[in-house]
């Protein structure tokens, strides 16, 4: 008998419809929309000015929207910061947000308490709590250190670390979490162009971690990172959606040459 294998679209993670923001009279976002499925990397681009970081603001909660919906797995929300980790969403920030006094092992181990899974490293390994589930935590954090090739700074401050090791750090302590989606905010901010190749291959290994449906959406400047870790690609100019689509798509879309490819960032 032949077998039928039918191939499902993939849940979609995040999306936004309509999407509006104002300070004052000037409109940063008008009408954006965006669809981010599972086990994909979606990235946000565009030149200066054009709303990258409103809309990353918008879907960590911080910016509240005047018009437009949000929804996480098909559930409407209003995003909030502290809500974030109850809809398995982990972000890194372009300010690092380390803690200057903790070691990196125990920074990256402090992100764990934020799973949004029943503290997933003690079920792991079927501990109760306490001081077995701190030590759970460590020994994730060390394996993700080890991972990402930076444990040899697991007992360094974060105040001595390299900035590509801190950015590395960031990194780890929101995966951690073990979100289902992860924001990332200017990841090649101050890396040079052989920290954001390996920076690159790290955000494209994310979704395959764990079972193959974390997703990743992105706001970035650097438009040869973007090109080369998304699997579709949005860009914004002055508020607006101007091109919509995977990157081969937007490195032959006229618009995005004339808005952004074109001119100065093209760099
Ligand atoms: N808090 C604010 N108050 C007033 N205007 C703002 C505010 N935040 C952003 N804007 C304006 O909104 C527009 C979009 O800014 P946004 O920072 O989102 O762009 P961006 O794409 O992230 O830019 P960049 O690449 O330079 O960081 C800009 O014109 C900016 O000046």
């Excluded at 599972?38 to 946000?44: C, D, I, Q, T």
């Excluded at 390994?125 to 080890?146: E, I």
């Excluded at 360094?156 to 289902?180: C, E, F, G, M, Q």
């Excluded at 790290?202 to 971690?209: D, S, T």
Aim: charged fraction near 20%; include cysteine.
């Amino acid at each position: 008998m032949q077998s039928i294998v039918t191939r499902s679209e993939p849940p979609i993670r995040l999306r936004l419809d309509g999407i509006e923001v104002r300070f004052g009279g000037l409109v940063a976002l008008e009408d954006v929309s965006l669809q981010v499925p599972a086990g994909s990397v979606v990235g946000v681009m565009g030149p200066n000015g054009a709303g990258k970081t409103t809309l990353f603001n918008v879907v960590c909660g911080f910016q509240r929207p005047r018009a437009g919906t949000l929804s996480f797995d098909g559930r409407p929300v209003r995003p909030a910061p502290h809500r974030l980790v109850r809809h398995g969403v982990a972000r890194t920030l372009q300010g690092l947000g380390l803690f200057g006094g903790l070691t990196v092992l125990e920074n990256v181990a402090a992100g764990a308490s934020l799973s949004h899974r029943a503290p997933f490293v003690t079920s792991l390994l079927g501990l109760p709590s306490g001081a077995r589930t701190q030590r759970a935590a460590r020994d994730a954090a060390a394996t993700l250190l080890d991972e990402f090739g930076i444990g040899d700074y697991a007992q360094s401050l974060p105040p001595a670390l390299p900035y590509a090791v801190a950015k590395k750090v960031a990194l780890a302590r929101a995966l951690i979490s073990d979100p289902t989606l992860l924001l990332l905010d200017e990841p090649a901010g101050g890396l040079d162009s052989a920290d954001i190749e390996e920076l690159g291959t790290l955000i494209r290994r994310l979704p395959a971690r764990g079972d193959g449906s974390r997703s990743v959406m992105l706001v970035e400047h650097n438009v040869d990172l973007i090109m080369s870790v998304c699997d579709h690609i949005v860009v914004l100019d002055f508020g607006k959606v101007i091109a919509a689509g995977t990157p081969d798509e937007i490195r032959a879309d006229p618009l995005v040459a004339a808005a952004y490819l074109g001119g100065k960032d093209a760099a």
